[in-house]
């Protein structure tokens, strides 16, 4: 991926992926309904709504006998504010696919990752994140 300088309206300077300038531009289009897609301003609230995996059935044993986290995300609803002001309770699932480091560094932050909900992929979520931008930094230096 190319990386560009991006110059802000307050003369800032800083460099992006061409993937992350893509992103962008697209989620400022109008598609062929009239519709703009909406983007995330924060992640302000969670709860828990329905019958959540306790976390005393955080783990299932496999036929072979091997323990395994179980992955769920039943339980679990995230009011988001957008860019418009808009705020809507969203389920985790629906999150979890569309803005997943999001979710996970909130999760994180609220100390609830230990929850059977998020046991399973905030860890992964996390290190890629850290991952990738290891990896953006060290191709910057080369530039």
Not at 7 to 19: C, W
Request: aromatic share 10%; no cysteine.
């Amino acid at each position: 991926t190319m990386i560009y300088d991006v110059k802000f309206p307050d003369g800032a300077l800083q460099k992006y992926a061409a993937n992350i300038i893509a992103q962008n531009v697209l989620e400022q289009i109008e598609d062929e309904s009239g519709h703009y897609s909406q983007r995330l301003k924060r992640v302000l609230d969670h709860r828990r709504e329905g019958n959540p995996v306790s976390k005393g059935k955080k783990y299932l044993t496999t036929r072979n006998g091997q323990k395994k986290l179980r992955q769920s995300t039943i339980g679990w609803k995230f009011l988001i504010e957008f860019t418009d002001g808009k705020k809507q309770w969203m389920q985790l699932k629906d999150l979890k696919g569309t803005i997943p480091v999001e979710i996970a560094e909130y999760v994180k932050a609220r100390e609830i990752d230990d929850e059977v909900a998020f046991a399973w992929w905030v860890p992964y979520t996390l290190k890629k994140k850290a991952r990738i931008i290891a990896s953006v930094k060290s191709r910057e230096k080369g530039f």
